[in-house]
């Protein structure tokens, strides 16, 4: 099955400062890869996905780039605001779909005044 | 629109006990799921249905049962519970089926204690 490894498990970062989390997956034949926000004792939201169609997607400060020959992508936030501050997961379907999602171990970011 | 809600947020259970999670979702989605949280271990999918009649097992089906009562419920059932599935449960729902939006909508969590 698939195995989705996410990397930093926490990060802080200054206000302003750019921000990059890191995931590489196992499944050579994935094409779906969201990435999920979660604030502190709140559900998880979805702030932006992307196909393996497509090799980079912005959305304002939020951008992810896909990797497919190395099996990588990364989310990218620029400007970064203390209301970034949150767990954020990775994930990678092969069904192109929601389902069958596998999530990374999170990574809890907190951004610093 | 609600959206997903389910029941209870919180329980304690003795091992052994029995209980059942309760989802339902008023968006009209054709595809439900079943999540739990533990720490350093991200979400993990417990069971899904892609369509009302039909389940499938996720990553870890083991000491769970599902029934896709109709298009808005998915419940989740715990027969006999161990300390091991203590953890945060998530449903969620999605579309399916649509190019350019397979967004998960998740519930508010219920977390279940296992003594």
């Known amino acids: 099955g698939e195995n989705v490894e996410q990397h930093p498990s926490t990060l802080s970062v200054q206000e302003g400062d750019s921000a990059v989390i890191k995931c590489t997956y196992s499944d050579s034949a994935s094409n779906y890869f969201p990435w999920y926000k979660q604030e502190l004792g709140k559900r998880p939201q979805l702030i932006i996905d992307?196909?393996?169609?497509?090799g980079e997607k912005k959305d304002q400060r939020i951008a992810v780039t896909l990797n497919k020959t190395a099996k990588h992508f990364s989310l990218h936030i620029t400007e970064t605001q203390p209301e970034d501050s949150a767990v954020y997961f990775c994930a990678a379907s092969n069904t192109g779909t929601a389902s069958k999602l596998t999530f990374g171990t999170g990574t809890r970011l907190q951004v610093t005044l | 629109n609600a959206g997903v809600t389910q029941t209870p947020k919180f329980q304690v259970l003795k091992t052994g006990q029995s209980m059942t999670l309760q989802c339902a979702q008023d968006?009209?989605?054709?595809?439900m799921y079943w999540y739990r949280q533990d720490p350093g271990m991200g979400l993990r999918l417990i069971y899904y249905?892609?369509?009302?009649?039909?389940?499938d097992k996720g990553e870890v089906p083991n000491g769970y049962n599902v029934s896709r009562l109709n298009k808005r419920e998915f419940s989740l059932r715990l027969e006999s519970a161990a300390p091991s599935q203590t953890s945060v449960y998530f449903c969620a729902s999605s579309v399916r089926g649509a190019p350019v939006n397979e967004k998960l909508f998740f519930g508010s969590g219920t977390q279940l204690s296992v003594l």
């Open positions: 249905s892609a369509s009302e009649g039909t389940t």
């Open positions: 992307i196909r393996s169609n497509v």
């Open positions: 968006m009209n989605h054709n595809s």
